[in-house]
């Protein structure tokens, strides 16, 4: 009887240890992947990441020159395309619908820049090597300052540009007659 006893003892002993063998593997490994994401994130920026090689920016992708400004896709949709650099944005004016979605698409060539829209929350930091996308809608028309809102050099407080914001229709007649969206002088 004593036997028997003992060696069920043992059985549940083996299979304890087993187990908590098991568990403890389960708890290095999350432990391993909380340290790995968070070693990962900590080197990236706070958002979405897409990535650009800072050296070609100006020479091809989505970013040269030709593209930059705002665009009107086949499919509707609106989208600002801009660069950043000591002490400037390109284009230096750019011109948006009201009440429509408007994508921002934008990245910087040489120092951490930013932008915020008047008083918009149209906001957001531009890093080299990262591109920035947020999606806005402006409600009213007019124009607003766009001012640099990173320190990036001593040149920081003259960098700024402006946004136009056109009524929906005449943005789209523009658009959709083919003009380049430049600002309006007005
Ligand atoms: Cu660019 Cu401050």
Redesign the pocket.
């Known amino acids: 009887m004593s036997s028997e006893d003992g060696t069920s003892e043992a059985i549940a002993l083996a299979a304890e240890k087993r187990w908590a063998y098991v568990v403890a593997g389960i708890i290095v490994i999350l432990l391993a992947m909380m340290i790995v994401t968070g070693l990962h994130w900590a080197a990236m920026p706070p958002s979405r990441v897409e990535t650009i090689d800072v050296n070609t920016v100006h020479l091809k992708g989505e970013f040269v020159e030709s593209n930059l400004g705002t665009a009107l896709g086949p499919d509707g949709k609106v989208t600002v395309r801009l660069v ?1 650099q ?2 400037s944005f390109v284009p230096q004016c750019i011109v948006v619908p009201a009440d429509m979605p408007v994508t921002f698409r934008g990245t910087a060539t040489d ?1 951490i ?2 932008f915020i829209v008047g008083r918009t929350n149209a906001n957001t930091m531009l890093i080299p090597g990262f591109i920035a996308t947020f999606t806005t809608r402006f409600s009213r028309t007019g124009e607003w300052l766009m001012p ?6 001593t040149g ?1 407080e003259a ?1 700024w540009a402006r946004v136009q914001v056109l009524p929906p229709q005449e943005f789209l007649a523009k658009a959709q007659a083919g003009e380049r969206l430049d600002c309006v002088s007005r």
């Open positions: 950043a000591q002490y120092a820049h930013g640099c809102h990173e320190y990036c050099g920081h960098m």
